[in-house]
């Protein structure tokens, strides 16, 4: 690459990078990212039931060991979560930037693309959040990477771009499934190279010259296949309302794409259950579809064989749409999940491909000029318009990367997981029993990841999470520890012992009556007893999992965590308790505050 070129496309790698660490920084952990970090820090890293665990139907082995890995090293600091988002972000720019040198040589109309990639606001609402950008990120590295080995190869003959071609398609779908599309848009890309170069039978020549990669790519997506139907549920959706479907590709077109390309959208709004969404404004919305009708139909007149172009990339975006909508019909929210545009970050890249391929094709005979005709080149394009168009575009995807940020960094998680950790810390001398986090940290449909033992779990200074404790606390909604009560909506019935209530020995399991029965839930149950010597106790609802907990001698009250239903609570002595004599059950729910 030549110095000038050069230069100019660190530094704009080096702008890009700045811009997305302070986006990176802004932000914070956000829902998945706690179930990522909570498994991650509960399994051994090279365990099945970390790498091979079903996420929501996504399989994605290497995101959890990368999970796993930074819940060891920074346990729920933000520091690890940031440092990989910027490690995978360069490594995305200097592949886009490798394949652009493919494409387009060592000539500067190669920072146009580039600067497209680095600063559109598609690829950069994926970036924002950790857990979409394991994802993300090697899909685009991938995707770069094999694309320009595919052409290289066709182009050479060189087997090592078949072996390094491989070698990143099998990388990223470790991260992400749909690195699945990767060889389809590597052989599309090299048969349109091969096109709009003007050479004969491109179809053919690419699958003759790049056989070895087709080859191997289609074996190694076989054992892939076989892997994923053996562990992943089938998430795979027949739309069942077509009108809500037209629905949401219309708004994901209008509001989301259409925006896009004009650096857009400018605003965002959140809804709580999602990370920001677009809401353009109208005149954005115009910008984009006259930004695109005028790009498609200056370049088909001024470029030789650019049509098939345009349409592979509209193909393939319409490609995206169907993805989503077939992923996630019959959810809610649907429209403005769409609208996060995290779905089409690898649209954004096949846009920038687009670009690229477009500007490689030589100048139609009817616009060049004698010195350009019959050359790839942009000199007959009018320098200042383009220069207008490009800063446009920049201001535009920086003011909507600000006002995005300015919206991600409002989100509630940083400051109850810093009050909680700091709370944690100073109250891990007693036992604190298992809740759900708030619903606005990780929502219930989450469960049983959604638990505070879960979310918790690679912090090293706090209390154990156990199903029983001597002292009634719980973590309010701020992150707080705090002394908690019991609402009591279950008593037992008076016991047969008058000076004793029900006696419990080891011989014979006692079954204590309650007033009323139960619903299946979650309960929290309190007993007090007089025990004659330390050991465990065991407490169950009817046939319902038990509980084990230790006693000491002499009074004491104990709360366990219980799971069930029933009119009936079974309790059992054990590990040299004797007699144990309950005074009375209680049963309820957990609310904060000192009992009055």
Same mark, same amino acid.
């Given at each position: ?67 796993? &890995? ?25 592949? &886009? ?31 924002? +959040? ?39 398609? &099998? ?38 010259? *790049? ?51 004009? *650096? ?23 910008? *984009? ?11 088909? +007149? ?105 919206? +991600? ?111 299946? +839930? ?65 049963? *309820? ?8």
């Amino acid at each position: 690459m030549s110095t000038r070129v050069g230069r100019a496309a660190v530094a704009l790698i080096g702008v890009a990078l700045a811009l997305r660490a302070w986006v990176a920084v802004s932000g914070y952990l956000y829902w998945d990212d706690l179930i990522l970090l909570g498994r991650g820090s509960r399994y051994p890293l090279l365990s099945s039931d970390l790498l091979l665990y079903d996420h929501d139907g996504h399989f994605m082995p290497a995101a959890f060991f990368v999970a796993g &890995v930074v819940a060891r090293v920074s346990q729920l600091s933000w520091a690890g979560p940031v440092v990989t988002l910027l490690a995978l972000q360069a490594v995305a720019s200097l592949s &886009v930037l490798r394949l652009l040198r493919v494409l387009l040589g060592d000539r500067a109309v190669l920072l146009l693309p580039l600067g497209l990639y680095l600063f559109g606001p598609l690829t950069m609402t994926s970036f924002a +959040w950790w857990s979409a950008a394991l994802n993300a990120l090697p899909l685009q590295i991938g995707m770069a990477w094999v694309c320009a080995d595919a052409v290289l190869l066709c182009r050479s003959g060189r087997t090592r771009y078949a072996t390094t071609g491989l070698i990143a398609l &099998v990388g990223s779908l470790a991260f992400f499934e749909k690195s699945v599309v990767i060889p389809a848009v590597a052989f599309a890309v090299a048969v349109l190279v091969a096109r709009v170069d003007c050479e004969s039978r491109p179809w053919l020549t690419t699958l003759r010259q *790049g056989r070895r990669l087709w080859i191997a790519s289609g074996v190694v997506l076989a054992a892939w296949a076989v892997l994923y139907v053996s562990t992943v549920q089938s998430r795979i959706r027949t739309p069942t309302n077509l009108g809500a479907s037209a629905t949401l590709l219309r708004r994901s077109l209008v509001e989301g794409l259409l925006p896009a390309l004009a *650096g857009g959208p400018w605003a965002w709004a959140e809804l709580g259950l999602s990370t920001p969404f677009a809401t353009p404004p109208l005149f954005v919305v115009g910008l *984009g579809l006259l930004g695109l009708a005028g790009a498609v139909s200056a370049t088909t +007149w001024w470029k030789h064989r650019v049509g098939l172009v345009w349409f592979a990339c509209a193909a393939y975006l319409a490609f995206d749409f169907s993805l989503m909508v077939v992923g996630r019909s019959g959810q809610l929210l649907t429209a403005e999940l769409a609208l996060t545009l995290r779905y089409f970050a690898d649209g954004g890249l096949v846009i920038t491909v687009a670009l690229a391929l477009v500007l490689r094709s030589p100048v139609q005979e009817r616009a060049a000029t004698p010195r350009a005709r019959g050359r790839h080149t942009v000199s007959n394009a009018r320098p200042p318009l383009v220069a207008i168009a490009v800063a446009a575009f920049l201001v535009s995807s920086i003011w909507s990367t600000a006002t995005f940020t300015d919206l +991600w960094s409002q989100g509630p998680t940083r400051s109850y997981l810093t009050t909680a950790q700091a709370s944690l810390a100073s109250h891990s001398s007693v036992p604190l029993l298992d809740q759900p986090v708030p619903a606005t940290i990780l929502w219930g449909l989450a469960y049983p990841n959604n638990l505070a033992s879960q979310i918790f779990r690679p912090l090293r200074h706090r209390p154990a999470f156990s199903a029983s404790t001597t002292k009634l606390q719980l973590i309010d909604d701020k992150g707080a520890v705090v002394p908690a009560h019991l609402r009591v909506l279950r008593t037992s019935l008076p016991g047969p012992a008058p000076t004793c209530g029900y006696h419990v020995d080891p011989a014979v399991e006692t079954v204590v009556d309650l007033d009323e029965p139960l619903i299946r +839930w979650g309960w929290t149950v309190r007993l007090s007893f007089l025990s004659a010597g330390p050991g465990t106790v065991t407490a169950s609802f009817d046939d319902e999992t038990p509980v084990t907990a230790g006693v000491v001698r002499g009074p004491g009250e104990l709360f366990l965590r219980m799971a069930g239903q029933g009119t009936h609570i079974r309790l059992r002595v054990s590990g040299g308790v004797q007699s144990l004599c309950l005074g009375s059950a209680m049963v *309820g729910l957990v609310e904060p505050g000192a009992f009055a």
